[in-house]
């Protein structure tokens, strides 16, 4: 059972109504950073362990809790430490919990009942540096094309193109098993993919946050160039930031930038690190059921579904440990609750806080 400590920062400290590092309680509520991400999946695990261990109920499989302190800037020294601690000692591992989607409601079009979405793989991550060197000047006698018209003319060529989307991998699972307790019209369109799939990708990339679970996006997070406003500036730089769908490499989405842009002068390359998205854990089996059971029982009229994380979780670091990854928290999310998630106001409530402890104790007693 992975979980992190670490959280993020709180550049708006000012806006919130509790500080964010008091960690006030107000009547049911608990404010704080870190009281949804991820300290409470932290607690609720171990409070369900000790509860279980208080009454000397013994678990079948040794459960291993691993908490790693730097998540949210990869987890290089935390979970990939703890990753290699298991393989160096070969410690077998059956499955793997950790943080992602919730219970929701709104969360899959069509959808009335609550949501919870098993995530099977997450996105990758990766950012490319497009850098044009040219002759720079005095800017009373410019060139017609310098270094920053050639850039911005190939971020306006990336702006207007989109990565392919795509209706498989954990995305179909979501729909066709969502799909039977659909509105008339949405069901119709999910349960017949094989021939609606091009409407259905039109419908999902029309959305915001669907659009990021169907394809590879792109978003030109940094530029930068010049330091005086009478030099031309020999020298532009841009980073764009993508997250990879399952399937598409980073080599891939490098050569795709390259030919969209299509001008030489314009270099591409990978800043810091790349990660490719992980591999798609099976939807059924060790982990999945158990986590499905618990879901069904403790969350009555909720629907389970399997599904693709878009942001990162610590499992990534844990791809030569196992392959069978299950991201899910038992809490029932509102969609103020999520704003408050690397946000502002990041609450949690003793109702949703006791549900998850109840969750785990279930859970660890079916494994
Ligand atoms: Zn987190």
Known sequence: FLGHIDVVPTPDSGDWKYKPFKGTIAKDTLWGRGALDDKNAIVALLEAAEYRLSLGLPNKRTLIFAFGHDEETGGKNGAAAI?????????????????????????VPGLKNNCAIIGLSEKGNVSIKLSVNELGGHSAWPNPENATSILSRGLSKLENYQFPAHLDGPVRGLFTEAAPYMDLGYRALFSNLWITAPIVKTVLIGGEKTAATVRTTHVTTIIKSGTKENVVPPLAEAIVNLRLFPGDL??????????????????????LEGQEATP?????????????????????????????????????????????????VPFEFSNSNLSGIHGKNEYITRTQFNKAVLFYIDLFQRL
Do not use: W
């Not at 601690?85 to 709104?106: R, S, Y």
């Open 280 to 328: 798609i854990s099976p939807d059924q089996g060790d982990g999945y059921d158990q986590i499905k059971d618990c879901i069904h029982a403790q969350f009555p009229e909720t629907i389970v579904v399997p599904g693709l994380v878009i942001t990162g979780t610590d499992c990534k670091n844990y791809t030569a440990v196992t392959n069978r990854m299950y991201r899910f």
């Open 83 to 107: 990753a290699k601690h298991l393989i160096a000692n070969k410690i077998p591992v059956a499955f793997i919990a950790d943080e992602g989607f919730g219970v929701m409601k709104g969360i």
């Open 250 to 271: 980073i080599s891939y989405v490098q050569a795709e930038i390259i030919r969209v842009i299509d001008d030489p002068r314009i270099k591409t390359s990978i800043y």
